[in-house]
């Protein structure tokens, strides 16, 4: 049974829908979309993406996804019109209106991602259903499927291998996730500057992950943030899961389609 919205959140939505230039920023995986073992096969439910559809038809609103993806597996599995804002690798990739926003790494840059590849492919080999995911500036290490004590020493090796081998990483846990990056970034910047881009007078942000509340930390006296699921947050709202998630972007989405061509 999907719960539904409380009090607070709906009167926060409310006041939200009035903001003149608006921005919807979403995080993916366990937020639009339920979190899947294999992270492919992820798609956002279809009340999430209709909500995303009609906010995304509204004047003065500016939709964006932001995840720790990398981009081009953002782009596969969020199947999201071209007017949306894409943010990929905790902010390093954007698709913004023009594509000259991309990642581009250097010659150290590139060297120090293969000395972290060898370190890292090493450690996954040695265990049980973890595995290596591939981002421009680093890899993923994935133990979901793993048992409990093979994803905690592995999390070790993982950290022990990594930093003998790369100096300066950028290190982030996350569910069942951890992530190195020979670059750094964070959803935090990539709120702010998507806050700059889009010229929005409010925001309103949902995620379910520790990356996540780099965002909520960012977020000002007229924002909404929204945490989707348990766990310890930063963000004023708390949703059971993506089904909630869902209803509160269609409730924004009403709310504001009545709103704005009232202004």
């Known amino acids: 049974m999907i719960a539904p919205l409380s009090r607070e959140l709906t009167g926060a939505l409310r006041e939200l829908a009035r903001a003149r230039r608006l921005l919807v920023a979403v995080d993916f995986d366990g937020t639009l979309a339920p979190t899947v073992d294999d992270p492919a096969q992820a798609r956002a439910l279809p009340e999430?993406?209709?909500?995303?559809?009609?906010?995304?038809?509204?004047?003065?609103?500016?939709?964006?996804?932001?995840?720790?993806?990398?981009?081009?597996?953002?782009?596969?599995?969020?199947?999201?019109?071209?007017?949306?804002?894409?943010?990929?690798?905790?902010?390093?990739?954007l698709r913004l209106d023009e594509p000259d926003d991309a990642l581009r790494l250097d010659d150290l840059d590139r060297d120090r991602v293969a000395a972290l590849r060898a370190a890292l492919t090493g450690v996954a080999d040695d265990f049980d259903e973890i595995w290596l995911e591939a981002k421009?500036?680093?890899?993923?290490?994935?133990?979901?499927?793993?048992?409990?004590?093979?994803?905690?020493?592995?999390?070790?090796?993982?950290?022990?291998?990594?930093?003998?081998?790369?100096?300066?990483?950028?290190?982030?846990?996350?569910?069942?996730?951890?992530e190195f990056s020979v670059r750094s970034s964070s959803k935090g910047e990539a709120i702010e500057h998507l806050r700059r881009y889009t010229g929005a007078d409010a925001?309103?942000?949902?995620?379910?992950?520790?990356?996540?509340?780099?965002?909520?930390?960012?977020?000002?006296?007229?924002?909404?943030?929204?945490?989707?699921?348990?766990?310890?947050?930063?963000?004023?709202?708390?949703?059971?899961?993506?089904?909630e998630v869902a209803v509160a972007l269609q409730a924004l989405a009403t709310l504001r389609g009545g709103d704005v061509h009232e202004q």
Do not use: M, N
């Open 48 to 93: 999430a993406r209709a909500a995303v559809l009609q906010l995304l038809a509204l004047p003065r609103t500016r939709v964006a996804l932001v995840s720790g993806r990398a981009l081009d597996s953002l782009i596969e599995v969020a199947e999201a019109p071209d007017e949306t804002l894409l943010v990929g690798s905790h902010g390093l990739e």
């Open 136 to 178: 421009p500036a680093g890899f993923a290490l994935h133990t979901r499927l793993a048992a409990e004590d093979d994803a905690r020493r592995a999390h070790l090796e993982a950290l022990h291998e990594a930093e003998a081998a790369v100096e300066g990483l950028t290190v982030r846990p996350g569910k069942d996730v951890l």
């Open 203 to 243: 925001v309103f942000y949902a995620g379910d992950d520790v990356t996540d509340e780099d965002a909520f930390a960012v977020l000002l006296a007229d924002d909404v943030g929204v945490k989707s699921g348990p766990g310890p947050t930063a963000a004023a709202y708390r949703v059971a899961g993506p089904a």
